[in-house]
């Protein structure tokens, strides 16, 4: 289960908000003649709304002054066109975004996923999944608010307020300065409070997506949380995430609301002084009435602009960790990207094929690795390698056992192969061809893996297992022979037979059919390199030599390095490799490492022994 979560403050604040925000440009270009014309009527929009206050100057100084009704009645009328219009506008902006925001917000989740698939395993083993989703759900969601309201908004509003403020000062210069008064000290303000929200911001964000793994966790494991009792420590565990998560929202909400209470008072302030001195004004008849309306008027026109700066900037703020959050995975340097680097999609694969220089020679040399050494990623500092200096040769056609100690890396090395993980040195070469210098798409084709732990799909049976043979698919028979080889007899009995669901979504299979059905997918592709780990752990013995027996065939026709525990699966291999100390100690028949190797003898008679009547239990 991946299981970390990246340390968010080096990247909270190594980047400015809207550096992290311009990163977004690539997938705003495309819109942003929209985005732009949204912009555009925005403003048309709310200067409707600040020529209403010129109306209501003509209004109070002319007809009211004058007393004339048909001059009143066209006023009305031309605040309730003025109003309509700003309203009108207003829809027509959100109409013209909506649509193509969708698509934003599409288009990054799915460069998201194409981008998790290509990540090398490594990248997986150190994330925990419920950062991953919350980064393909909520982070998204909340840059796509970001494009259709701040984004616009912050334009928006600010002409709006150049605009307001030249009203007003072609209105009264003294009456404009005593409204600008709390400017200075609302800049200041939203500068300290745009670095403090960041911080929070980002902890939020980071503490949802723990959230969401611990869920994700909790609803995976729940067996093993009933089983063993420990539903209540999961659910502290919980509450107490949840409490984390909930007192960072908190804080968040007092910063804005400090923020809030101060953007809201201080104009209010200005509005009132402002108020007090135009009554002055107008008694001393240095201003007009229908003046002073329309200053304040326009003045309270202008209080939303303004007030809505603060939640617009919060906004941005959330939208700039958000782009941070979501550009983490999809820009990681170095060797952990080196699969998506050079990885292909399937349907690049038929170019692939003919455009390969390294391309596999068809009865070449095998399967070789020469000096292969490899160290994980995140192994603690100064610790062994797991592997260092493997020297393994399997010859075309030839089945291999692995086989050594518990934890010596056997899983590890049958994962360089396919590159699940790349070796840190090395080379593994297939017939030849360096597996380095293959397109992952094309190597993926050549190797076939079935693990010890089978996943299966959301699909149905036939999906499950046809999903082996690569983007080309597999025929019916080829799915029934794959199944036969795996003495997946039981598929037929199944609800819908082969189109019965099966995974998570699905019926619930016992471990060894699961493990069955996934040697399935193995084989149906008649892979030329077959790598099997420790594939039968969870037969029975009836089952396991019947599938023994069927693999054979398909031994023959391939070359495979097959994981061993035990001398049954032993008994497949043509020779037999043991793994000690992070190398290759000894390669031999079975019978020849069992009368020269004591290691071997040991491996081989302790795993007899103790680890077989464990083993038999094929629940189903
Ligand atoms: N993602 C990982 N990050 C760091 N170390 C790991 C990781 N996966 C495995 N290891 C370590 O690498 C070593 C080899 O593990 P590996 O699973 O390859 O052993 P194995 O021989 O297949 O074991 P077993 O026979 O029990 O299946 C172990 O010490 C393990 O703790």
């Not at 409204?179 to 980002?202: D, I, K, Q």
């Not at 610790?383 to 010596?408: W, Y």
Request: net charge neutral.
């Amino acid at each position: 289960m991946p299981a970390t979560t990246p340390d968010p403050a080096p990247a909270a604040r190594s980047r400015s908000s809207i550096r992290s925000l311009l990163r977004l440009w690539p997938y705003v270009r495309p819109i942003r003649a929209r985005l732009g014309a949204s912009a555009v009527v925005g403003v048309v929009a709310s200067s409707m709304g600040l020529l209403i206050p010129l109306v209501l100057k003509w209004l109070v100084d002319g007809p009211v002054t004058d007393q004339d009704p048909s001059g009143v009645w066209l006023g009305g009328g031309l605040v309730l066109l003025l109003g309509l219009l700003e309203a009108g506008l207003f829809g027509l902006r959100r109409w013209l975004v909506a649509r193509p925001l969708a698509g934003v917000e599409a288009s990054m989740r799915s460069d998201l996923y194409q981008r998790l698939q290509r990540l090398p395993v490594s990248f997986h083993d150190r994330w925990a999944s419920g950062q991953l989703l919350s980064r393909a759900t909520m982070d998204l969601q909340i840059l796509r608010m970001f494009l259709a309201f701040p984004l616009v908004f912050l334009f928006v509003n600010a002409t709006t307020m150049l605009i307001g403020f030249g009203i007003l000062l072609a209105q009264s210069p003294l009456l404009t300065l005593v409204l600008l008064g709390p400017a200075v000290p609302l800049v200041v303000l939203s500068m300290r409070f745009e670095t403090r929200y960041a911080l929070a911001a980002r902890r939020a964000q980071d503490q949802a997506g723990d959230l969401a793994t611990l869920v994700e966790e909790s609803v995976l494991g729940v067996r093993i949380i009933k089983a063993f009792g420990r539903h209540r420590t999961q659910s502290q565990a919980f509450h107490q995430q949840a409490r984390d998560l909930r007192g960072t929202e908190l804080h968040k909400a007092r910063l804005l609301s400090d923020l809030w209470a101060i953007i809201m008072t201080l104009p209010e302030l200005a509005i009132g002084v402002a108020l007090v001195v135009g009554v002055l004004q107008v008694s001393d008849g240095k201003l007009s009435t229908g003046t002073l309306v329309a200053f304040l008027t326009t003045a309270l026109a202008l209080r939303w602009p303004v007030e809505s700066i603060g939640f617009l900037l919060a906004m941005s703020n959330e939208a700039a960790t958000a782009a941070d959050r979501y550009f983490e995975p999809m820009t990681m340097q170095g060797a952990e990207a080196s699969e998506a680097a050079d990885g292909k999609d399937a349907e690049d694969l038929t170019a692939d094929l003919t455009a390969d220089p390294a391309a596999v020679r068809p009865g070449g040399d095998g399967l070789r690795m020469a000096g292969v050494g490899f160290r994980y990623p995140d192994a603690p500092a100064g610790s062994a390698p797991v592997l260092t200096g493997v020297d393994l040769h399997i010859r075309s056609g030839e089945t291999m056992a692995l086989v050594g100690a518990t934890g010596c890396g056997k899983t590890t090395l049958t994962a360089l192969v396919p590159r699940l993980h790349e070796p840190t040195s090395g080379r593994i070469t297939l017939d030849g061809a360096d597996t380095a210098a293959m397109p992952v798409a094309r190597l993926r084709e050549l190797v076939a893996v079935a693990f010890e732990e089978p996943t299966l799909f959301s699909a149905t049976v036939r999906e499950n297992v046809a999903m082996g043979a690569g983007p080309s698919g597999a025929d019916e028979a080829a799915v029934l022979r794959a199944l036969e080889i795996a003495q997946c007899g039981f598929v037929h009995a199944l609800p819908q037979g082969l189109d019965t669901q099966v995974g998570e979504q699905g019926l619930s299979l016992s471990g060894g059919q699961r493990q069955r059905l996934a040697l399935a997918r193995a084989v149906v592709g008649r892979p030329q390199f077959l790598i099997l780990d420790d594939p039968l752990s969870a037969l029975d013995v009836h089952t396991e030599a019947l599938v023994e027996a069927a693999l054979r065939d398909v031994l023959r026709e391939t070359t495979a390095l097959v994981v061993a525990h035990r001398p049954s699966t032993v008994a497949l291999a043509d020779r037999v490799a043991l793994l000690s100390q992070g190398r290759v100690s000894a390669v031999g028949t079975h019978q020849e490492l069992l009368r020269d190797n004591t290691e071997y003898r040991r491996l081989m008679s302790g795993l007899d022994t103790a680890v077989e009547p464990l083993e038999r239990s094929d629940a189903r």
